[in-house]
Protein backbone atom coordinates (compact mmCIF):
# COMPACT_ATOMS: atom_id res chain seq x y z
CA UNK A 1 0.00 0.00 0.00
CA UNK A 2 1.28 3.30 -1.04
CA UNK A 3 0.38 6.91 1.18
CA UNK A 4 -2.84 7.80 0.10
CA UNK A 5 -2.13 9.35 -3.46
CA UNK A 6 -3.81 12.29 -3.52
CA UNK A 7 -3.61 15.45 -6.59
CA UNK A 8 -0.18 15.44 -8.27
CA UNK A 9 0.87 12.04 -7.36
CA UNK A 10 -3.07 10.03 -8.19
CA UNK A 11 -2.00 7.72 -10.93
CA UNK A 12 -5.14 6.67 -13.45
CA UNK A 13 -5.40 3.00 -11.60
CA UNK A 14 -5.44 1.02 -14.80
CA UNK A 15 -2.25 2.92 -15.83
CA UNK A 16 -0.90 2.66 -12.27
CA UNK A 17 -1.13 -1.36 -12.39
CA UNK A 18 -0.33 -1.65 -16.20
CA UNK A 19 2.90 -0.17 -15.76
CA UNK A 20 3.90 -2.38 -12.82
CA UNK A 21 2.14 -5.79 -14.16
CA UNK A 22 5.77 -7.67 -15.08
CA UNK A 23 6.92 -7.02 -11.04
CA UNK A 24 3.43 -7.08 -9.61
CA UNK A 25 4.02 -10.57 -7.94
CA UNK A 26 7.49 -9.68 -6.85
CA UNK A 27 6.55 -6.79 -4.91
CA UNK A 28 3.57 -8.42 -3.39
CA UNK A 29 5.90 -11.18 -1.73
CA UNK A 30 8.12 -8.30 0.05
CA UNK A 31 5.30 -6.18 0.97
CA UNK A 32 2.46 -8.48 2.35
CA UNK A 33 2.95 -9.89 5.68
CA UNK A 34 2.82 -13.72 5.62
CA UNK A 35 2.08 -13.58 2.17
CA UNK A 36 2.04 -17.44 1.89
CA UNK A 37 -0.98 -17.83 4.62
CA UNK A 38 -2.63 -14.99 3.41
CA UNK A 39 -2.76 -16.04 -0.30
CA UNK A 40 -3.69 -19.61 1.33
CA UNK A 41 -6.65 -17.75 3.46
CA UNK A 42 -8.84 -16.42 1.37
CA UNK A 43 -9.19 -19.79 -0.68
CA UNK A 44 -9.09 -21.57 3.11
CA UNK A 45 -12.21 -18.84 4.28
CA UNK A 46 -14.35 -20.46 1.75
CA UNK A 47 -16.90 -23.21 2.75
CA UNK A 48 -17.32 -26.25 0.59
CA UNK A 49 -18.68 -25.34 -2.71
CA UNK A 50 -19.14 -28.55 -4.44
CA UNK A 51 -17.67 -29.44 -7.52
CA UNK A 52 -18.08 -26.45 -9.82
CA UNK A 53 -18.60 -23.85 -8.13
CA UNK A 54 -19.04 -20.41 -9.89
CA UNK A 55 -16.82 -17.87 -8.23
CA UNK A 56 -16.58 -13.79 -9.04
CA UNK A 57 -13.40 -12.60 -8.63
CA UNK A 58 -13.13 -8.59 -7.84
CA UNK A 59 -9.75 -7.10 -9.18
CA UNK A 60 -8.47 -10.53 -10.33
CA UNK A 61 -5.05 -9.05 -11.58
CA UNK A 62 -2.09 -11.52 -12.03
CA UNK A 63 -4.73 -14.48 -10.44
CA UNK A 64 -2.04 -14.70 -7.42
CA UNK A 65 -5.02 -15.90 -5.13
CA UNK A 66 -6.29 -18.28 -7.80
CA UNK A 67 -3.44 -20.97 -7.53
CA UNK A 68 -4.90 -22.19 -4.38
CA UNK A 69 -8.72 -21.59 -4.88
CA UNK A 70 -7.79 -24.16 -8.01
CA UNK A 71 -6.21 -26.63 -5.76
CA UNK A 72 -9.03 -26.91 -3.22
CA UNK A 73 -11.73 -26.36 -5.92
CA UNK A 74 -10.22 -27.97 -9.38
CA UNK A 75 -13.55 -28.11 -11.11
CA UNK A 76 -14.35 -23.80 -10.00
CA UNK A 77 -15.58 -21.72 -12.75
CA UNK A 78 -14.06 -18.25 -12.57
CA UNK A 79 -14.95 -15.41 -13.93
CA UNK A 80 -12.36 -12.85 -13.08
CA UNK A 81 -13.15 -8.39 -13.59
CA UNK A 82 -10.23 -6.47 -13.79
CA UNK A 83 -9.62 -2.89 -15.05
CA UNK A 84 -5.79 -2.98 -16.05
CA UNK A 85 -4.99 -5.21 -19.37
CA UNK A 86 -1.70 -5.15 -18.14
CA UNK A 87 -1.95 -7.10 -15.38
CA UNK A 88 -4.69 -9.72 -17.30
CA UNK A 89 -2.07 -10.42 -19.81
CA UNK A 90 0.47 -11.16 -17.06
CA UNK A 91 -2.48 -14.08 -15.83
CA UNK A 92 -2.36 -15.10 -19.48
CA UNK A 93 1.41 -14.95 -20.27
CA UNK A 94 1.59 -17.30 -17.09
CA UNK A 95 -0.61 -19.97 -18.65
CA UNK A 96 -1.60 -21.62 -15.43
CA UNK A 97 -3.08 -24.98 -15.91
CA UNK A 98 -6.64 -23.70 -14.83
CA UNK A 99 -6.03 -20.46 -17.22
CA UNK A 100 -9.50 -23.04 -19.31
CA UNK A 101 -11.61 -22.00 -16.06
CA UNK A 102 -11.30 -18.62 -16.34
CA UNK A 103 -13.23 -16.16 -17.91
CA UNK A 104 -11.99 -12.77 -18.19
CA UNK A 105 -13.32 -8.95 -18.02
CA UNK A 106 -11.56 -6.40 -18.62
CA UNK A 107 -13.20 -3.61 -17.39
CA UNK A 108 -14.55 -1.39 -13.98
CA UNK A 109 -16.74 -3.38 -10.93
CA UNK A 110 -17.96 -0.21 -10.46
CA UNK A 111 -19.61 -0.17 -13.87
CA UNK A 112 -20.75 -3.31 -14.69
CA UNK A 113 -23.83 -5.20 -14.13
CA UNK A 114 -22.52 -7.94 -11.81
CA UNK A 115 -26.31 -9.46 -12.07
CA UNK A 116 -28.06 -11.56 -9.41
CA UNK A 117 -27.88 -14.55 -7.38
CA UNK A 118 -25.18 -15.85 -10.31
CA UNK A 119 -21.99 -16.82 -7.61
CA UNK A 120 -21.55 -19.21 -4.88
CA UNK A 121 -18.99 -17.16 -4.12
CA UNK A 122 -17.43 -13.69 -4.67
CA UNK A 123 -13.52 -12.96 -3.65
CA UNK A 124 -11.38 -10.17 -4.00
CA UNK A 125 -7.72 -9.75 -2.83
CA UNK A 126 -5.94 -6.33 -2.59
CA UNK A 127 -8.63 -4.30 -4.56
CA UNK A 128 -11.42 -2.44 -2.72
CA UNK A 129 -8.82 -0.07 -0.28
CA UNK A 130 -9.40 2.52 -2.87
CA UNK A 131 -13.00 3.27 -1.94
CA UNK A 132 -15.17 5.85 0.62
CA UNK A 133 -17.56 3.98 2.69
CA UNK A 134 -19.92 5.23 1.00
CA UNK A 135 -18.81 3.75 -2.24
CA UNK A 136 -17.99 0.55 -0.75
CA UNK A 137 -21.13 -0.10 0.70
CA UNK A 138 -22.69 0.07 -2.82
CA UNK A 139 -20.15 -2.31 -3.95
CA UNK A 140 -20.88 -5.00 -0.85
CA UNK A 141 -24.31 -4.36 -1.69
CA UNK A 142 -24.30 -5.22 -5.11
CA UNK A 143 -21.90 -8.38 -4.53
CA UNK A 144 -24.67 -9.42 -2.07
CA UNK A 145 -27.36 -8.79 -4.40
CA UNK A 146 -24.96 -11.29 -6.86
CA UNK A 147 -24.54 -14.35 -4.47
CA UNK A 148 -26.55 -17.04 -4.12
CA UNK A 149 -28.75 -17.53 -1.24
CA UNK A 150 -26.47 -19.55 0.37
CA UNK A 151 -23.25 -17.52 -1.39
CA UNK A 152 -20.24 -16.10 0.81
CA UNK A 153 -18.19 -13.06 0.56
CA UNK A 154 -14.63 -13.02 1.47
CA UNK A 155 -12.15 -10.15 1.18
CA UNK A 156 -8.77 -10.31 1.95
CA UNK A 157 -7.68 -6.66 2.16
CA UNK A 158 -5.40 -3.38 3.95
CA UNK A 159 -6.93 -2.36 7.28
CA UNK A 160 -5.55 0.59 9.16
CA UNK A 161 -6.61 2.06 12.83
CA UNK A 162 -9.55 4.40 13.01
CA UNK A 163 -7.76 7.64 12.96
CA UNK A 164 -5.37 6.97 10.08
CA UNK A 165 -8.53 5.94 8.26
CA UNK A 166 -10.19 9.54 9.17
CA UNK A 167 -6.91 11.31 8.21
CA UNK A 168 -6.93 9.86 4.91
CA UNK A 169 -10.62 10.07 3.91
CA UNK A 170 -10.45 14.02 5.62
CA UNK A 171 -8.03 14.42 2.52
CA UNK A 172 -9.77 12.24 0.17
CA UNK A 173 -12.86 14.75 1.54
CA UNK A 174 -10.99 18.20 0.89
CA UNK A 175 -9.30 16.90 -2.91
CA UNK A 176 -12.83 16.66 -3.90
CA UNK A 177 -12.19 14.22 -6.10
CA UNK A 178 -15.50 11.80 -7.51
CA UNK A 179 -16.33 9.25 -5.18
CA UNK A 180 -16.62 6.59 -7.98
CA UNK A 181 -12.78 7.61 -8.96
CA UNK A 182 -10.81 5.05 -10.63
CA UNK A 183 -7.72 7.00 -9.39
CA UNK A 184 -4.73 4.72 -7.53
CA UNK A 185 -5.97 6.51 -4.23
CA UNK A 186 -5.20 4.56 -0.97
CA UNK A 187 -8.23 4.35 1.96
CA UNK A 188 -8.20 1.45 3.91
CA UNK A 189 -10.84 1.86 6.42
CA UNK A 190 -10.73 0.52 9.79
CA UNK A 191 -11.65 -3.17 10.80
CA UNK A 192 -14.71 -1.46 12.91
CA UNK A 193 -16.04 -0.02 9.69
CA UNK A 194 -15.05 -2.77 7.36
CA UNK A 195 -17.56 -4.94 9.95
CA UNK A 196 -20.24 -2.28 9.86
CA UNK A 197 -20.59 -1.89 6.20
CA UNK A 198 -20.67 -5.92 5.63
CA UNK A 199 -23.66 -5.71 8.20
CA UNK A 200 -25.32 -3.21 6.32
CA UNK A 201 -25.11 -4.84 3.07
CA UNK A 202 -27.06 -7.93 4.83
CA UNK A 203 -23.80 -9.89 5.15
CA UNK A 204 -24.08 -12.27 9.03
CA UNK A 205 -21.85 -14.57 10.36
CA UNK A 206 -18.82 -12.79 9.28
CA UNK A 207 -15.21 -14.17 10.50
CA UNK A 208 -11.45 -12.81 10.13
CA UNK A 209 -9.81 -16.17 9.87
CA UNK A 210 -6.25 -14.36 9.18
CA UNK A 211 -5.72 -10.21 10.98
CA UNK A 212 -2.24 -8.98 11.16
CA UNK A 213 -1.81 -5.27 11.46
CA UNK A 214 -2.37 -4.18 8.47
CA UNK A 215 -4.22 -6.76 6.64
CA UNK A 216 -7.67 -9.22 7.13
CA UNK A 217 -9.22 -11.16 5.72
CA UNK A 218 -13.15 -11.49 6.07
CA UNK A 219 -15.64 -13.85 5.14
CA UNK A 220 -18.83 -13.08 5.48
CA UNK A 221 -22.23 -15.30 4.88
CA UNK A 222 -25.41 -13.97 2.32
CA UNK A 223 -27.22 -16.85 4.45
CA UNK A 224 -27.97 -16.04 8.41
CA UNK A 225 -26.78 -19.68 8.46
CA UNK A 226 -23.36 -19.39 7.13
CA UNK A 227 -21.62 -22.28 6.67
CA UNK A 228 -17.74 -21.36 6.60
CA UNK A 229 -14.92 -23.50 7.59
CA UNK A 230 -14.58 -24.09 10.86
CA UNK A 231 -11.81 -20.70 11.39
CA UNK A 232 -9.30 -22.83 14.00
CA UNK A 233 -8.04 -24.80 11.42
CA UNK A 234 -6.24 -20.90 10.37
CA UNK A 235 -2.67 -19.92 11.19
CA UNK A 236 -3.81 -17.06 13.68
CA UNK A 237 -7.04 -17.87 16.40
CA UNK A 238 -9.57 -16.30 14.20
CA UNK A 239 -12.10 -13.81 15.91
CA UNK A 240 -15.83 -14.20 15.20
CA UNK A 241 -16.51 -10.50 14.99
CA UNK A 242 -20.32 -10.31 14.13
CA UNK A 243 -23.27 -9.81 14.85
C1 LIG B 1 -3.29 -4.92 -5.81
S1 LIG B 1 -3.99 -5.62 -7.25
C2 LIG B 1 -4.65 -7.16 -6.63
C3 LIG B 1 -4.64 -8.25 -7.66
C4 LIG B 1 -4.96 -9.64 -7.10
N1 LIG B 1 -6.31 -9.69 -6.62
C5 LIG B 1 -3.97 -9.99 -6.00
O1 LIG B 1 -4.35 -10.08 -4.82
O2 LIG B 1 -2.81 -10.14 -6.32
C6 LIG B 1 -5.46 -4.66 -7.48
C7 LIG B 1 -6.15 -5.00 -8.80
O3 LIG B 1 -7.45 -4.42 -8.80
C8 LIG B 1 -7.71 -3.90 -10.08
N2 LIG B 1 -8.76 -2.86 -9.99
C9 LIG B 1 -8.72 -1.70 -9.30
N3 LIG B 1 -9.88 -1.03 -9.47
C10 LIG B 1 -10.66 -1.79 -10.26
C11 LIG B 1 -11.98 -1.62 -10.78
N4 LIG B 1 -12.73 -0.56 -10.51
N5 LIG B 1 -12.47 -2.61 -11.56
C12 LIG B 1 -11.74 -3.73 -11.85
N6 LIG B 1 -10.47 -3.92 -11.38
C13 LIG B 1 -9.95 -2.97 -10.59
C14 LIG B 1 -6.37 -3.35 -10.53
O4 LIG B 1 -6.30 -3.16 -11.92
C15 LIG B 1 -5.41 -4.43 -10.01
O5 LIG B 1 -5.17 -5.44 -10.95
Request: with cysteine; charged share 20%; hydrophobic share 40%.
Amino acid sequence: MTDIGLPGNSENMALFFDTRAISYERHMQEAVEDFSLFYRGITEALPELGNAPRILDLGIGTGLELNHLFERFPGAKVTGIDLSSGMLAELVRKNPPWIGNLRLINDSFLDLDLGRQAYDAVISSMVLHHWTPRIKLEIYRRIHATLLPDGTFVNGDFIVPTDESARRLALFAASQIDERHQLHIDLPLSLDCELQLLTNAGFSAIVAPFRRSHAVILAASKSQRGKHNEPEQFDTPAAHLAP
